[in-house]
């Protein structure tokens, strides 16, 4: 439904009231034109006394057939919008050049990421074997406090062996110095009729 209604006008010419429909009403709002003043017959009749356009920006008067804007304001049109043009052309440009660094950027940063979760890794793994390695140390400490008694047994029993050798060693040391000082004073000859004699009761011992 149409917010115009039909509504009667008066016209300035023969003064006759003509309605100015609500269809019309739309199409002069659409088009940005005024409001008649006279009705369709006197517009018919009447000449059109402004048989020039003007231009839409400067106002300044154009001949018919020509466009709606002259050339002077169609130029400088052309102008604005190629700085206007120009001006988005850099912004388009300067936008891609800031998303190119950006992308740069996040490339970067997505490798540093990457190099540190393999350090992070490799730390995780340090970590894992470290505690392993501790666990066994645990392990040894523990293994060999529990053996500490016997190490010290065995301790005991070398130190005693040891000294029942040097004992035994003196004890040797001592028979040999005897019975070297006990031969010191016979004479070879002595000995050797000495060992004559032993072997001769052996031999007659052994005989009978």
């Given amino acids: 439904m149409s917010e115009y209604s039909d509504k009667k006008l008066t016209c300035r010419d023969c003064g006759q009231q003509f309605t100015f429909t609500a ?7 659409v088009k940005g034109f005024n409001q008649p003043g006279l009705c369709k017959e006197c517009r018919l009749l009447k000449p059109n006394p402004r048989p020039f356009h003007t ?22 049109r052309e102008i604005e919008f190629e700085k206007k043009l120009k001006q988005k052309r850099e912004a388009a440009s300067a936008a891609q050049t800031r998303l190119l660094v950006a992308e740069q950027r996040k490339a970067e940063l997505e490798q540093a990421l990457y190099q540190a979760e393999q350090l992070i890794k ?22 060999i406090s529990w053996l500490q008694p016997t190490f010290k047994n065995l301790e005991k029993k070398l130190k005693a062996m040891e000294l029942t050798q040097r004992e035994g060693n003196q004890k040797v040391a001592a028979s040999i110095k005897t019975i ?3 031969h010191e004073h016979l004479s070879l000859w002595t000995m050797i009729k000495h060992s004559f004699r032993t072997n001769g009761r052996n031999g007659h011992n052994n005989s009978g």
Avoid at 23 to 29: A, S, V
Avoid at 122 to 143: G, H, P, V
């Fill in 23 to 29: 269809g019309e009403q739309e199409f002069y709002r």
């Fill in 55 to 76: 231009c839409s920006y400067c106002g300044n008067t154009l001949e018919r057939g020509e466009p709606v804007c002259c050339q002077t304001c169609i130029t400088d």
């Fill in 122 to 143: 490799e730390l995780e793994l340090k970590i894992s074997n470290m505690s392993r390695d501790l666990d066994k140390a645990y392990e040894f400490q523990s293994t």
């Fill in 180 to 182: 070297k000082e006990s």
